[in-house]
């Protein structure tokens, strides 16, 4: 293949308008074979623009498994070579990456800048809690702690204690190791929670996975879990592959089971279905939105009802619906009030028996003063017959004499 310099010479060439002169370096490089050459001389001839010829280039280089770095330099000189750059110009950290040339080394790949402005500007200059797995020479924190701003709370975590010099005023460096799943507890229980969580550490299948495992309970409601460099999951170099059991992007694929889990039989995870709201898949980059979720259920509008239906319906509907609680509630106070009527009855029953038992008592009573007025008469009847007797008129003038003194 090129060495560097002559892939270099051959870029420029085709970029500043000079194709010929990239076609004489392919056909004289020592350093190309029969095959190699024949690849990159096909990939010139049928392409449409000069920028056609470089992304031809890098897929002809990715196809025949070259070096990922020639790759990368071919679709880099394409996409700056065509009208493409032009749709980062507003963006906020694409601006920040092209013009901060002089600060910690940042190294990322283009397409997640407008990513980031998609997903993170909801939390931009607001309080907010970050958290980044993966600092190293800290220039990611920088561009986090501009972005989100002077109220927002940053923590990185790296396993190489190199990280912990970039650490400053604006965010704190935590060493830890992310494939263990203690250690990200414990981040979360000193650290936690947060809005946001940015994986960019070692991008190993483990390390992805435990961290995303034990930290995604970590995230307040309305946060999101954002995972870089997503492509380690299809090299071999990281035990990738398509499909490949394992993997991170296996794992994802199995939460895009679990979000549609309430479609499907005994398939609702508390986590994966009840807590993630959607999953956004973009090439290398994947981000999960955590939101507590209400069952789903459908309904129906817009049916020919809306303009057919009776109106003395509706609102009769409408009324029981209304009424409903009313009537609830006079049932209610008809219960109560059977429970007073109850109290009343068992009064009534009590008075009754006191009753019974003095309405003999009062005939006793009765008879005794039918008694007593029989021999009331009888005393009035004998005084009676002793006024008659000659002896009380005799002494009569006597029993005057004495009430007069
Ligand atoms: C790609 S660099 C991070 C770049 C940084 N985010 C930036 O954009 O400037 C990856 C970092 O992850 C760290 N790392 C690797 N394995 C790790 C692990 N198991 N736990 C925590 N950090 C790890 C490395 O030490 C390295 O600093």
């Known amino acids: ?5 002559e892939f270099s010479k051959t870029l420029h060439a085709i970029m500043t308008g000079f194709p010929d002169r990239a076609k004489n370096l392919i056909a004289t490089s020592a350093n190309l074979d029969d095959d190699e050459r024949a690849i990159l001389q096909k990939a010139m001839a049928d392409a449409p623009s000069d920028a056609g010829v470089l992304e031809a280039i890098g897929d002809a280089l990715r196809v025949s498994n070259s070096d990922k770095t020639l790759v990368n330099e071919a679709y880099r000189a394409a996409f700056y070579n065509s009208e493409q750059w032009q749709s980062l110009v507003d963006d906020p ?8 040339k002089a600060g910690h080394v940042l190294d990322k790949w283009i397409h997640y800048f407008p990513i980031y402005t998609r997903h993170l500007t909801p939390y931009a200059q607001r309080p907010v809690s970050v958290l980044e797995i993966g600092v190293y020479r800290g220039g990611s924190m920088r561009m986090w702690s501009r972005f989100f701003g002077p109220d927002a709370r940053l923590v990185g975590v790296d396993i190489d204690p190199v990280a912990l010099i970039s650490a400053g005023e604006r965010y704190s460096v935590v060493l830890a190791d992310q494939s263990d799943p203690d250690a990200m507890a414990k981040v979360a229980q000193e650290h936690g929670p947060f809005d946001v969580i940015i994986d960019d550490g070692g991008h190993s299948m483990d390390q992805q996975i435990t961290s995303i495992e034990t930290l995604f309970p970590a995230l307040n409601e309305g946060g999101i879990y954002l995972v870089e460099d997503c492509h380690t999951s299809y090299w071999d170099s990281y035990d990738g592959g398509r499909g490949r059991e394992g993997t991170f992007m296996e794992w994802v694929k199995t939460r895009l089971d679990d979000l549609n889990g309430y479609h499907q039989e005994d398939a609702v995870e508390p986590v994966w279905t009840k807590q993630v709201d959607g999953i956004h898949v973009y090439d290398s980059v994947v981000v999960l939105d955590k939101k507590m979720r209400f069952a789903p259920f459908a309904e129906q509008n817009g049916g020919a009802d809306f303009v057919f239906n009776s109106r003395l319906h509706s609102s009769i509907a409408s009324e029981l619906v209304a009424t409903r609680q009313a009537a609830l509630d006079e049932r209610d106070q008809a219960v109560n009030g059977y429970g007073e009527l109850d109290a009343l009855r068992d009064e009534l029953r009590v008075t009754r028996g006191e ?3 003095a309405i003999p008592r009062l005939a006793a009573v009765e008879a005794e003063l039918d008694d007593t007025r029989g021999q009331l008469i ?7 017959e002793m006024r008659k007797t000659l002896s009380w008129r005799v002494t009569a003038p006597l029993r005057r ?5």
């Open 1 to 5: 293949m090129l060495d560097s310099e």
């Open 93 to 100: 950290f694409f601006a920040f990456f092209s013009a901060n």
């Open 355 to 357: 009753l019974r038992t």
């Open 378 to 384: 009888d005393s009035w009847d004998h005084v009676r």
């Open 401 to 405: 004499v004495r009430r007069a003194r």
